[in-house]
């Protein structure tokens, strides 16, 4: 039998690139991305793995126009901000980059990373998305983060004022989250919001430490209704991003019947 060909677009259409960085500083428990944790990164490899990638698949998908690039992960804000640049340089090489290209990077708020933001715009990149999580200090404890609530506060103030456009997400329906504190944390959102919040309901995926945790009863993620009433808030946010800032803003909201 023939083996299956990658589909691409037809000849006119747009093209989006979307380039994955599969490391990450530490696993988060709830997490079953392809991201890994590794301490020799070796970027000059990956860099000239990436471009030859973008050659190959240049050739199979013809000229096109790219209106979009999205580094994700993983952890894209790990990455040299020379390989962001040479990437974003090679896709606009082998297609035309439209002038207008929305050109994002995912990163994590730590400090460090943080630090980066400028070299990433000098890069190329024009729209940040930052994994916030929480706002609340025990919650990023509990879901593993390597950054506390003032450092996600201190890297979106940076990405307001590095990037013409950013988004954050946060992770809702953690165990005992009260409809009071989520509202508490949405309200603070609300202040910090760029253009796009994305708001993913915590899901309990098979492998990870935190489905181990669920079997053996020491984690407890809300059973619905109280899981359906976090999502009833969610719509009351949504009314309050259009009252409060005059704009209706994209939210992407997962809500996910929890694996028991
Ligand atoms: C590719 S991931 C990670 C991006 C970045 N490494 C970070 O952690 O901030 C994109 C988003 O998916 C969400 N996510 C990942 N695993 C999840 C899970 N099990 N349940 C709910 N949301 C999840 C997180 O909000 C995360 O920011
Ligand atoms: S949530 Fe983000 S930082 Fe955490 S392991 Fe997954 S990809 Fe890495």
Redesign the pocket.
């Known amino acids: 039998m023939a083996e299956a060909r990658p589909s691409y677009p037809e000849p006119n259409d747009g093209l989006a690139v979307y380039v994955h960085w599969p490391f ?5 428990p ?2 079953d ?1 392809n ?1 890994h944790v590794r301490d020799d990164v070796d970027d000059l490899r990956w860099r000239r793995a990436l471009c030859a990638e973008i050659n190959h698949v240049a050739v199979e998908a013809g000229k096109r126009t790219v209106g979009s690039i999205f580094f994700g ?3 894209p804000s790990l990455m040299a901000p020379e390989t962001v640049a040479a990437v974003i340089d090679q896709v606009g090489q082998v297609w035309n980059l439209a002038a207008d290209a929305e050109i994002t990077l995912e990163a ?1 708020p730590t400090s460090v990373e943080a630090g980066r933001f400028a070299a990433y715009r000098a890069a190329g990149v024009n729209r940040l998305s930052l ?1 916030v999580q929480s706002l609340d200090d025990a919650a990023l404890g509990f879901l593993g ?1 390597q950054h506390s609530a003032g450092q996600a506060r201190a890297a979106l103030d940076i990405a307001r004022r590095t990037f013409p456009r950013f988004s954050f997400d946060l992770i809702y329906a953690r165990p005992d989250q009260s409809i009071a504190a989520w509202r508490r944390e949405l309200a603070d959102a609300l202040e910090l919001a760029g253009e796009h919040i994305s708001l993913y309901q915590l899901t309990i995926e098979k492998g990870t430490p935190f489905y181990a945790l669920m079997r053996e009863g020491a984690l407890k993620p809300p059973a619905e209704p109280a899981a359906a009433e976090l999502f009833t808030v969610v719509g009351l946010f949504n009314l309050l991003l259009f009252i409060e800032k005059g704009v209706f803003m994209s939210l992407s909201v997962e809500r996910e019947d929890l694996e028991q």
Do not use: H, I
């Open positions: 990450c500083l530490a696993k988060c709830y997490c991305f991201s992960g993983g952890t994590n994994g983060r």
